[in-house]
C-alpha cells in the first residue's frame, strides 16, 4: 500500500483489482466512455477582488488567444514508468509524485481511482512504479476533474505552476482565455492472470488526455491569494511553501472550441486523433498537419524556434519536440485553432 496524506473523497476508489471493495458510484462515474469536465462552476474566486496582478502587467497588450501543449503527468523521469492504456481503452493520466524535498506528502496513491481496476496506486504497483516513489504521494496538478474528491464551495478547476516553468509563460504573454492541452506518455497495458503488464509490442507514445481554458490567474502577490485557501485549500500550490514564484490559473466559465463548451477537463478513452506522436516514431517525434508549420502558419511553438526541427511529410509535418520540456506555447492562428479543436473534440 502507497503512504501520503489522505484526501477527502466523493467516494473512495475500489479497494481491490478489478472490481469488490467500496465506492461503486464513483468507479461508475469514472468507467463512462466519455468525457468529464467543467463548465460554469459557481466560484468565489470570480468575486475575488485582486485587482491588477504583477503577471497582468505581462501579458494581453493584445487579444491573440494562446495554446498551451503542456506536460503533465508519469514519464521516465518522474514517476519511473508511463500513464497506461487500459485493456478496456480508458486513459488515466497518473500524477507526479511530490520531490523528495517536498515539506509536505502528496496525496496518497491508493485514493486515487483507477476506473474499475482498483486505484492508481494498485496499477502502478502492478506496472512496476517503485515503491518509495509511491510513498512520496501525488502532486495531483492540473486538478479538473470535479469527482475526483470532495470540492469545496467555490471551486474550480485550476492549474498551478511555479519557478522557470512559471516565468516561462509570463513571458510568452500566457493568461486569461488562452487554452491548455494537456499530454502525457502513455503505454498500453494487457491483463494476464488477473493482473496488468504493459503490452511487449506497444511502445509508448505522447498523448493529449485533458484541457484548461484560463480565466483568471492569481498570484502570491495579489490580494485575493489568501483566499484561495476557502476554495482551494487541497491544492498543492496553494498547501506547499512554493514562494513568491507561484501561480494558480482558474478555469474560465466556458471554452467555445471544446465539447459542450466546457472551459476544462479529461479525456477517459485513447483516440487515435489525439495521439502526437507519428507513427512508428519515438514519443518525442509528433506528427501534426503540415498547416502547423512555422513556415505556413506564420508562427512557431516556444523552444521549437529551429526548422530542423520541422520536417515536411506529404500533407504533414514531423516535430522533433524538445527533451523534456514542460510547455510549448504557440500563438492560436487559424491553422493550430483547427487543430486544437480537433483535439479538443474527438
Keep these: 500500500m502507497t503512504t501520503g496524506r489522505s484526501r477527502q473523497r466523493s467516494s473512495p476508489p475500489q479497494s481491490s483489482f478489478r472490481g469488490g471493495g467500496t465506492g461503486s458510484n464513483h468507479a461508475a462515474q469514472q468507467r463512462h466512455a ?10 468565489i474566486c470570480n468575486r475575488i477582488e485582486t485587482g491588477r496582478s504583477e503577471w497582468e502587467h505581462l501579458h494581453r497588450d493584445d487579444v491573440t488567444m ?14 519511473g514508468i508511463p500513464s497506461p492504456i487500459l485493456p478496456d481503452g480508458t486513459i488515466v493520466s497518473f500524477p507526479i509524485p511530490e520531490p ?26 502492478q506496472l512496476g512504479a517503485k515503491a518509495s516513489v509511491l510513498a512520496r504521494g501525488a502532486h495531483v ?21 511555479a519557478d522557470a516553468a512559471l516565468s516561462h509563460l509570463q513571458n510568452q504573454g500566457v493568461g ?5 492541452l494537456f499530454f502525457g506518455l502513455f503505454r498500453r497495458v494487457v491483463e494476464r492472470n488477473g493482473r496488468l503488464q504493459w503490452d511487449g509490442g506497444s511502445p509508448p507514445e505522447h498523448l493529449v488526455f485533458g484541457w484548461l481554458r484560463v480565466g483568471s490567474v492569481v498570484t502570491p502577490s495579489d490580494p485575493g491569494w489568501s483566499s484561495l485557501s476557502l476554495t482551494h485549500g487541497d491544492h498543492p500550490h496553494v ?14 466559465d466556458q471554452c467555445d472550441m471544446a465539447p459542450d463548451q466546457r472551459a476544462s477537463g479529461l ?15 519515438p514519443p518525442s517525434e509528433w506528427r501534426l498537419p503540415r498547416r502547423c508549420h512555422p513556415g505556413e502558419a506564420g508562427v512557431e511553438a516556444s523552444y521549437h524556434g529551429k526548422r530542423d526541427r520541422w520536417r515536411v511529410e506529404g500533407d504533414t509535418v514531423v516535430l522533433r519536440t524538445v527533451g523534456r520540456g514542460q510547455e510549448f506555447v504557440v500563438e492560436a492562428t487559424p491553422a493550430w485553432r483547427e487543430w486544437g479543436s480537433q483535439i479538443l473534440n474527438s
Design 141 to 161: 496538478d492540473p486538478d479538473v476533474d470535479p469527482a475526483a474528491a470532495t470540492r469545496r464551495p467555490g471551486w474550480r478547476p485550476a492549474l498551478g505552476q
Design 239 to 252: 498547501t506547499h511553501p512554493y514562494g513568491a514564484t507561484n501561480g494558480l490559473l482558474l478555469s474560465a
Design 100 to 125: 523528495k524535498s517536498a515539506a509536505r506528502s502528496g496525496v496518497a496513491y491508493d485514493e486515487l481511482a483507477c476506473g474499475e481496476w482498483g486505484s492508481i496506486g494498485d496499477v502502478a504497483e
Design 66 to 79: 494562446r495554446i498551451i501543449i503542456s506536460r503533465k503527468g508519469f514519464d521516465s523521469s518522474s514517476g
Design 267 to 281: 479525456h477517459r478513452r485513447w483516440c487515435q486523433a489525439r495521439r502526437l506522436t507519428r507513427p512508428n516514431g
Design 176 to 180: 486569461p482565455g488562452d487554452l491548455f
Design 34 to 43: 466519455g468525457d468529464v469536465g467543467s463548465r460554469e462552476p459557481d466560484s
